[in-house]
């Protein structure tokens, strides 16, 4: 067996790439049609889905068939080979058996235990008999491959382990409450269209949450996943929007799943501090505390700082943050809470008017919402404030230092959630990419809780699915052992079959002399000895040829047939026809991967 895969996935390429490289059924037929015509190449078969494209195929030199391989995706997927090289993987013999086994038992899905590849891996089969470019060793390994995934499904649960891995990223956000109880009535954004996203907004549905907005690269996937919630029948309001305005939903929601399979962040600290700070909203109803008169009500009420007068209410100029007076417009600092110095006031401003973000950052949530401790961004704010430069961060730090004396006198805002369960988060994260799609930074935004693909991983040792998903690669190993084992015995089957049809020919020839020197012998007479003949040799080729088979199972075993051969000087044509007779062998009928 000398079986090759050369392909890339969702684990190796970008989806940018692997929607480039997607081949069409046409592309499919004449690839396999051309990596038969190459030389390394005996039989061949093409697994083609929406996350992976793999050319799998028999070849007679490692190296060349590597090339050609190679060669014939990046020609037929129309992405230059120097551009997919990089994104691709290659398995030989037993680690592309192992390989094969595992995508069928949804392993290498994006989903964890998905059975639609099943389907899929089926078609490559059926395609590669239609076109006759499937032979004896892909005719077994697809075959097989169908078997081992419908004994993973069957006999663990690994169809459970992509649903658990879902709903128990959401029990981690939740903390102490239960999942529908906390997710009741929030208003979600579902990064990603394709099956894990898929999954987590139906299970979103299912749980409670009120709205959901689905964000991805290509609309269309979008809007028909947005399509498919409405009509689920849970009641929930979906929508679509392009991936330009993920950063404006960021303020409006209260929970983000994120599942693409991007190579780069897909959320940095920077958005995701941006979207918490511009995020922050007064209470419906606000009260006029105790102390304040009407006019500071009314201020506070359109978002200025409590403790303003209402002259400090009017709109700032472009640049100048809001609460600035009329006599300071110019430098920047109009309106300034008492105790803040102006100066500096007006340095944050200008840094604020080149970087966007700053007084989000700085100046409006100190003024909100300072936390005891002093910064709003942690004790660690320069790895929250990711991107922002040194000179601003100072600036940032002087403006909270300055302006906590005054913001601690007012009553806190609240924010978009009053509770958000037991974690007590304005935002809620779950990543479930690999490769991260979320900052890991962003757990030190104050009011953000992220839980990614590594975090489950440590608090789901003990879990359900990663017993099942141990249990699946336990059955694949063994799968690929036995497989192994099978495939090099089939390899010495024909010389054993040449060797068996040889000693029938010489018992044949034994038997006609014998008639020639005793032609008085009856038919009863001739019978007996002739079945004498055939059993001596049985009996002489027995132990030999099933303790080669044995032999030839076991790994390194391929070279016990070439020594049977020259041990009973064999004629090579001989064992040849018998090996293509036998790979002309109808195929099992009562195969279970046919049936379904």
């Not at 004449?30 to 078969?45: G, I, R, V």
């Not at 008169?293 to 943050?321: E, F, I, Q, W």
């Not at 958000?420 to 009011?447: E, F, K, N």
């Not at 017993?467 to 024909?494: C, K, L």
Request: contains cysteine.
């Amino acid at each position: 067996m000398s079986l090759l895969v050369v392909g890339l996935s969702h684990r190796s390429a970008p989806v940018s790439v692997l929607e480039r490289a997607s081949l069409s059924a046409d592309a499919k037929v004449k690839l396999l049609h051309d990596t038969l015509a190459a030389e390394p190449a005996t039989e061949a078969a093409v697994l083609a889905t929406c996350n992976r494209i793999e050319l799998y195929a028999d070849v007679d030199k490692f190296h060349a068939g590597v090339a050609e391989l190679s060669t014939l995706l990046a020609q037929h997927s129309g992405v230059a080979l120097e551009e997919l090289t990089p994104y691709l993987y290659v398995h030989y013999e037993d680690r592309a058996v192992h390989h094969l086994f595992s995508v069928a038992c949804g392993l290498d899905s994006m989903v964890v235990g998905e059975g639609q590849i099943l389907g899929q891996i089926k078609d490559a089969l059926a395609l590669g008999q239609e076109l006759h470019t499937a032979g004896r060793l892909i005719n077994d390994l697809f075959q097989q491959a169908l078997r081992v995934g419908k004994r993973a499904h069957s006999e663990t649960g690994i169809d459970r382990a992509g649903q658990s891995l879902v709903t128990f990223g959401l029990e981690q956000l939740a903390v102490h409450l239960p999942v529908g109880e906390w997710a009741a009535g929030k208003r979600a954004l579902v990064i990603g269209a394709g099956s894990m996203s898929s999954l987590a907004a139906a299970t979103l549905a299912r749980v409670g949450v009120a709205e959901i907005v689905v964000a991805n690269r290509t609309a269309e996937r979008a809007e028909r996943l947005a399509e498919i919630l409405v009509a689920s029948g849970t009641g929930v309001k979906a929508a679509a929007v392009p991936m330009a305005l993920v950063a404006d939903e960021l303020t409006r929601v209260d929970l983000v799943v994120s599942c693409t399979g991007a190579t780069g962040l897909v959320l940095t600290a920077d958005d995701v501090l941006a979207a918490v700070s511009r995020g922050s909203a007064p209470d419906p109803a606000p009260q006029t505390p105790a102390g304040l008169d009407s006019a500071d009500a009314a201020a506070g009420a359109r978002g200025v700082p409590v403790g303003l007068g209402s002259a400090d209410a009017a709109v700032p100029a472009p640049g100048v943050p809001a609460g600035l007076d009329s006599a300071d417009a110019g430098a920047g600092a109009r309106g300034v809470p008492a105790g803040l110095d102006r100066a500096v006031v007006a340095r944050l401003a200008a840094a604020a008017q080149g970087g966007g973000r700053l007084t989000d950052a700085g100046a409006a949530r100190t003024i909100s919402a300072v936390e005891p401790d002093g910064c709003p961004v942690g004790p660690d704010g320069r790895a929250a404030l990711a991107g922002v430069d040194a000179g601003s961060l100072e600036l940032h730090g002087t403006w909270a230092d300055q302006g906590e004396a005054t913001a601690q006198r007012q009553p806190r805002r609240s924010t978009r959630t009053q509770a958000d369960g037991a974690s007590g988060a304005r935002l809620a994260l779950l990543d479930l990419a690999m490769p991260r799609d979320i900052d890991a930074a962003v757990h030190r935004i104050p009011g953000v809780r992220l839980v990614d693909i590594e975090s489950l991983a440590e608090a789901s040792a003990d879990a359900p699915m990663a017993a099942d998903v141990d249990a699946v690669r336990t059955i694949v190993a063994g799968e690929v052992a036995a497989f192994g084992a099978a495939q090099r015995a089939a390899h010495i089957t024909p010389t054993v079959v040449a060797l068996r049809a040889m000693a029938a020919e010489v018992v044949a020839m034994e038997v006609a002399r014998l008639d020639g020197r005793v032609p008085d012998l009856d038919e009863r007479q001739r019978a007996e000895v002739t079945q004498t003949v055939r059993r001596v040799v049985d009996k002489l080729l027995h132990a030999p040829t099933v303790r080669v088979k044995q032999l030839a199972s076991e790994p390194g075993g391929a070279g016990y047939a070439e020594a049977l051969r020259e041990l009973f000087d064999l004629d090579p044509q001989t064992v040849a026809s018998v090996s293509r007779a036998d790979a002309a062998d109808p195929l099992n009928d009562d195969d279970p991967g046919r049936a379904s």
